[in-house]
């Protein structure tokens, strides 16, 4: 039985997936890729996004213990680059699988202009047609969706080490506690030390 933190996180990556094949749909057929290797996005292009948006990715990384890496990203880079880039030296995204909305969307999504209407936005760097066959998705649209979620994280918008660190500020209120060691190397008994308000 998922928790509701656990239930939450199924239900954003959900919408998360289902933005990314929308994504997939409209690269296939316009015909637009990034450039091979290229991370410019994730270290140059300060990514935002909401709260909600990565709360899966923050709670793996607490899961991971990397606390401190949040913290000092939040507070030392807080426009960037994003915490998660090149985590290991490969150039990487150490989450590409619970990566946020603007990471599925970067280069393959629309905004829409003061008439309502979907404009594509392109990745400067991109190569491929500029002439697009099919509608692409419309970043606001999914990204009011996801807020309704759960609108008090879905509507905070912030530069994307500044809404980890609020995610992780977050889930560590609300998930169990690490069990201290009670001796060196020992761990305390299951049940523990479990944070009441989990589930
Ligand atoms: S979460 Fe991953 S894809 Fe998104 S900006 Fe960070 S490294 Fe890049």
Redesign the pocket.
């Known amino acids: 039985m998922p928790t509701r933190i656990e239930g939450l996180c199924i239900d954003i990556l959900g919408l998360l997936t289902e933005a990314e094949m929308d994504a997939f749909a409209f690269q296939r057929t316009a015909g637009v890729a990034c450039p091979p290797g290229c ?1 410019s ?2 270290r140059d292009d300060h ?1 935002e996004d909401s709260v909600l948006s ?1 709360l899966p ?1 923050a709670r793996w990384a607490l899961t991971m213990g990397m606390e401190e890496h949040i913290e000092r990203a939040a507070s030392e880079q807080p426009d ?1 680059p ?5 985590l290991h030296g490969r150039g ?5 699988p619970l ?2 909305l ?2 599925r969307l970067f280069g393959f999504a629309a905004v829409r202009d003061k008439y309502g209407l979907p404009t594509y936005r392109p990745c400067r760097r991109m190569e491929g047609s500029s002439a697009w066959a099919s509608t692409p998705p419309i970043y606001a649209d999914l990204a009011q969706r996801l807020e309704q979620r759960y609108p008090p994280l879905g509507s905070q918008h912030l530069p ?1 080490n500044q809404a980890v660190f609020q995610a992780a500020q977050w889930l560590s209120l609300r998930l169990p506690r690490p069990r201290p060691a009670t001796r060196r190397g020992q761990v305390r008994a299951p049940g523990s030390g479990t944070h009441p308000r989990e589930g």
């Open positions: 991370g996005c994730c990514p990565v990715a960037g994003c915490l998660f880039f090149d990487h995204c150490a989450v590409y990566r946020p603007i990471c994307i």
